[in-house]
Structure formats: structure tokens, C-alpha cells
């Protein structure tokens, strides 16, 4: 890229940075340093204002980025993702959103120990949380590292080094200085910064078609080399029956695991009331949905203009279609529209990598201040002792994070966010909590476990740890799990361990507790 791509893009992008900063800075000034302002943002946002910011931190690397490109690579099978993306708050909407603001205070452990033994299950569920959430930022982080080798024409290891530790820098001071009420209008300016940027290239990319999308899809199909079978499912999980599995097991993992994402249900807890967190989704779904159509457009309009062998050729896997999309619709790399679209583009991937980070940082600190660290004591924390612990927290994930992206920027951000819901155990621990009677303090254990393990265990035995070029030790080769999602296993486990664990279980079900829950969950009397 030329020093006119570079340059602008760095300006753009520090331009955000020093908005969101300017933001944490005032933010910090005017906090009480209690749990409720650093966890939940003092409960005081609209559903607008907090259905943008489910938005924003919904609306990922992942999405962005590595999406578009799975559909310029593999066309109709890259579809799932922005499917199951969309999908999945469906269930989030009908299944989760309500109760858990009514009976959750700031985390998904909130929410199952109402009617349990707080310590062991508060244990469970922050590991659970804290692993899935690091899980996540491993994709943004690799995203971070990708879009920095194009924009300053360097694809040294160092180069995009020094990018995730800038990345990770900056989500530990927004998160340890700003707390859930910075994170928060940080989310909310980068989803109206990537709706504007992608509503824009969507636009260009009609226009060069005439409006015309059947011929958008034909020109892609043809210049992806496989004629139709690109608009036809099966170019990337078709070949066998493990393709077919692996993408019954991605499949599910999108749909079921969104609801179990700690970031996205932290988000449920800064609206004052039940109402306020269905009416947040609803915003959500609306501008979700908007986002994921026009990933699509972006997608085959990638695969026609650019082509697959150019998108492979600067990234294999696919993370920088968009970037090159822009630059060609803008003019090609020479041109003043190129340069200016191209740096545009860029800089609202860098403020998405760092608004998505940021939320998921707070999100997996928040778990192990309030969850693990408070139940760990034989006292119980305070609360200016539990958010000193949330702000270290936030520097060592942090670490764990960078170092996790550095071993894994090879592989696609949109499947390594597939990985982080694939080990999404919460689901099954949050609806057996919500709507079984008879569930128990150990079922809750070995749901959240007996899903958890399995998951991370059947990644490690997989492709992706080993036995090729891409996996995350190419050197060696442990492969013994044929699939590359492990979610078509380990959701279904978890489900099973909750239920094993609970009738296997000495300990009689609270009743009485059960009956507190199930009307606090469905009228919000008593929610914090």
C-alpha cells in the first residue's frame, strides 16, 4: 500500500482512539468506584442507546473481516456464519434476555447461584466465562494483526506484534479506567462508525452492478473459478460426511451459543428494567440483522470484484476482502477515492478490534473479580476490593490474550470466534437454572464443566491444533477429533452433565429458592 494509505488510515484511526480515550478520561474523573458503575455502567442506559452497544459488541472483527471473506473464498458455504450470527438472537430474545436482567446483578454466575451453593458454582461458571471470553479476544486480536500487514505494506511477525500489544494496551486502560460506562459509548460510536462505513461500501458495490444482484452473484461465481457449485452449498463442508458434520457442529455452535456469551449477557444488566433489556434486543436485532445482510453484498461483491485468488493472495484466509473491496471500489490503488475508502475501511476495523476487545476484556475481568476472586475469600470482598481486583484482572488477560493471538494469526477470525462459541458451556447451565425445578448445585457444575472441557480438549485434538500448516502447531501432528467445531459434541455434553450431575445428586433441590427465582425471573420483582 502507499505512504497516502497509511498515513490517512493511521490519522483516522487515531482520531478514534483519541475520542474513546478522551471519553475513558472523563469518564474516570466522574466514577464512584462502586461495583454497580464499574460492572453495569450504573444501570442508567436508554434500550436505544444499549441496543447500539449489544451492537457494537456483537458486531466484531469477526463480522467485519473474516465473514466477508469466507463468502469471497467459498461463497454459499461462508453464508452460515452471517446466518447463524443473526439467528442466534432469536434465542437470545425469546429465551434469555428478560430473565437474566431479573436475576442476574452483573454476571452469568449471578444468575445461577441465586438457587444454589454460591461457591462452587460461581467457581464453574467464572472459569467458563473467563476461557470462552479469552477465546474471543484470541479472534480480535488476530484480526488486529492481519489488518495492520496490509495497511502499512508489512507482513513481518514483528510488525504485527507490535499491532496485538498496542491492541491489548489500550483495552486494559479503557477497561480499567472506564469501566462498563466508557466500554459502553465506545461500542456505541463504533457501531455507528461501522454501519455508516458498511452501509457505504454496500451501496458502491450495487451501484457498480447496476442494482443488479443476480449479476453480482453470476460475476462472483465466475471468477471464483468453481462456476455455480460457489453459489451451491458444499464447496467447503460438502466434500464428506465429516464436512457435513463439521458444519451441522458450526451451525449449532452459532445459533446456541451467542445466548451463553459472558460479554452479551453482562450487557442485559445496565438497563434499569426487564422491559428495557427486551426492548435493548429488539434495537440489537434491527441493527444486527441490517449489518449481516450487508455482509453478504460485501461477500460476493469481494469474490466479483477483487476475486478469490487476489483476497487469498494477500491474506489465505480471507481477512482482508474488505480492505481490498474498498480500495477498489474507491478507484483502485492509485486513486484519491481508493486511498481515502481504503483508510476508512481500515480504521473502522481498528475501532471495531478495539470496541469488541474492550467489551469482552470488562466481561471476563468482571468474572473474575465477582465470581472467582469473591468466592475464593472466606470474607466476602467489598466492593472497592472487588474492582481493584477487576482492573488487575483486565492487565492479566490482557497478556493472556496477546500471547494467544500471536500463536494464532494464521487462522480466520470469523472461525476462531466459531471455536469461542463451540465452547460456550453456559447455555446449558443457564436454561437448566432458568426453567428446571429439579436442577441442583452439582448438575450446575458438571454442565458448566462437562460442557467447558470437552470443548477445549476436542479443539486441542482437532485440525486446528495440529497436522497442518494452518493449526496452531503445525510442527506436530495430535489429531484424534475429526471435526473442527467441536459444538455437535460438547453442547450436547453439556446438557447431559447437568442432568447426570443433578439426579446422581445427594442433595434435594431448594424449592422454596426455586419458586423466588422463577417469579423474580418472570415479573422482575426483587431484581436488583
Not at 469501566?179 to 458498511?198: D, E, F, N, S
Not at 497478556?399 to 469461542?420: H, K, P, Q, S, T
Request: glycine fraction near 12%; proline fraction near 3%; charged fraction near 10%.
Amino acid at each position: 500500500m502507499t505512504g497516502d494509505h497509511q498515513a490517512l488510515a493511521l490519522l483516522l484511526f487515531s482520531a478514534f482512539v483519541a475520542v474513546t480515550l478522551g471519553i475513558t478520561t472523563w469518564v474516570s474523573r466522574h466514577r464512584h468506584g462502586s461495583a454497580e458503575e464499574f460492572y453495569a455502567g450504573g444501570r442508567l442506559f436508554s434500550p436505544m442507546e444499549n441496543g447500539f452497544a449489544i451492537a457494537g459488541d456483537y458486531m466484531s472483527a469477526a463480522s467485519f473481516l473474516g465473514i466477508s471473506g469466507l463468502i469471497a473464498l467459498y461463497g454459499y458455504d461462508g453464508l452460515l456464519y452471517s446466518v447463524g450470527f443473526l439467528v442466534a438472537w432469536l434465542v437470545v430474545l425469546f429465551l434469555v434476555a428478560e430473565l437474566v436482567r431479573n436475576c442476574g446483578r452483573f454476571t452469568l454466575a449471578d444468575v445461577v447461584a441465586a438457587r444454589m451453593n454460591e461457591r462452587p458454582v460461581r467457581i464453574a461458571a467464572g472459569t467458563s466465562s473467563v476461557t470462552v471470553s479469552v477465546l474471543y479476544l484470541v479472534a480480535q486480536m488476530v484480526g488486529a494483526g492481519s489488518l495492520v500487514a496490509l495497511l502499512i505494506g508489512r507482513t513481518s511477525e514483528a510488525a504485527q506484534a507490535w499491532t496485538v500489544i498496542g491492541v491489548g494496551a489500550l483495552m486494559v486502560i479503557y477497561v480499567s479506567l472506564g469501566g462498563m460506562r466508557a466500554t459502553t459509548w465506545i461500542q456505541i460510536v463504533k457501531a455507528v462508525l461501522l454501519l455508516g462505513g458498511t452501509i457505504a461500501l454496500t451501496v458502491l458495490v450495487l451501484v457498480r452492478f447496476h442494482g443488479d444482484f443476480d449479476r453480482l452473484l453470476l460475476t462472483a461465481a465466475e471468477r471464483s473459478g468453481h462456476g455455480a457449485s460457489f453459489l451451491a452449498p458444499g464447496l467447503k463442508y460438502g466434500g464428506d460426511w465429516t464436512a457435513r458434520f463439521d458444519f451441522i457442529s458450526l451451525g449449532l455452535a452459532l445459533v446456541l451459543g451467542t445466548a451463553g456469551l459472558p460479554h452479551i449477557l453482562s450487557r442485559f444488566c445496565t438497563v434499569p428494567t426487564a422491559r428495557a433489556a427486551r426492548r435493548s434486543v429488539v434495537w440489537a436485532i434491527g441493527l444486527i440483522g441490517g449489518f449481516y445482510l450487508m455482509t453478504i453484498v460485501l461477500g460476493f461483491g469481494a469474490a466479483a470484484i477483487v476475486g478469490p485468488d487476489a483476497v487469498r493472495g494477500s491474506n489465505a484466509a480471507g481477512n482482508t476482502a474488505v480492505p481490498l473491496l474498498a480500495l477498489d471500489l474507491g478507484g483502485g490503488a492509485d486513486s484519491t477515492g481508493g486511498t481515502v475508502l481504503f483508510a476508512v475501511v481500515a480504521a473502522v476495523a481498528f475501532a471495531t478490534i478495539l470496541a469488541v476487545v474492550a467489551g469482552v476484556t470488562l466481561a471476563s475481568s468482571a468474572s473474575v473479580a465477582h465470581d472467582l476472586y469473591a468466592s475464593l475469600r472466606r470474607r466476602r470482598a467489598k466492593p472497592r476490593s472487588e474492582v481493584a481486583v477487576a482492573r488487575a484482572a483486565a492487565v492479566g488477560i490482557g497478556v493472556v490474550a496477546i500471547a494467544l493471538g500471536l500463536l494464532a494469526r494464521d487462522l480466520n477470525v470469523a472461525f476462531l470466534v466459531g471455536l469461542a462459541f463451540a465452547a460456550s458451556a453456559n447455555l446449558p447451565v443457564l436454561l437448566y437454572s432458568l426453567f428446571w425445578r429439579g436442577f441442583t448445585t452439582r448438575g450446575a457444575v458438571w454442565a458448566v464443566y462437562g460442557g467447558l472441557i470437552p470443548a477445549v480438549v476436542l479443539v486441542l485434538l482437532s485440525p486446528v491444533g495440529s497436522g497442518s500448516p494452518e493449526s496452531l502447531f503445525p510442527g506436530v501432528d495430535f489429531q484424534y477429533f475429526p471435526l473442527q467445531n467441536p459444538g455437535l459434541v460438547s453442547i450436547p455434553l453439556g446438557f447431559v452433565a447437568g442432568w447426570l450431575g443433578t439426579v446422581t445428586s445427594a442433595e434435594p433441590p431448594d424449592e422454596a429458592k426455586h419458586a423466588e427465582t422463577e417469579v423474580r425471573s418472570l415479573t422482575g420483582a426483587g431484581a436488583v
